[in-house]
């Protein structure tokens, strides 16, 4: 099974959204089958066959994570960020600003998909292969 630091190793790679099909191509060869990310500090639940999982450590201090979500707003940010426009901390400041708690990632089905603070789905899309 995988291990948060063959995880972080492939993490580090990343320098934009442009950089994630890669990473996820990288970590679904490790056997990663789903991931869930908290914005507010980045750590981040990895799960794996027969109930396997393990978790990474905050990337950063706290941020608070807005009371309500701003979905234009928000995919507004996700286009640069794709695009290659912002890193990774520069756009976990942005979900947090437009109230997205969490993403969830399911490698299987190859979606991205992100939660508001009271778990409603504000936008779910597929990852390009």
Known sequence: ?????????????????????????????LGVTAFETWVKDSHTEYFGTA?????????????GIASSSNKTRFEHYL????????DYVTFCKHCAETGIEKWFVDLSEMTCTY??????????????Q
């Open 1 to 29: 099974m995988f291990t948060a630091e063959q995880i972080k190793a492939a993490h580090s790679n990343v320098k934009s959204g442009a950089d994630f099909p890669k990473y996820i191509q990288e970590i679904k060869v």
């Open 115 to 128: 939660y508001d603070k009271a778990g409603n789905k504000i936008l779910a899309e597929q990852i390009p």
């Open 79 to 86: 286009k640069i960020h794709q695009q290659g426009e912002t």
């Open 51 to 63: 109930g396997y999982s393990t978790s990474s450590t905050p990337m950063y201090e706290d941020l």
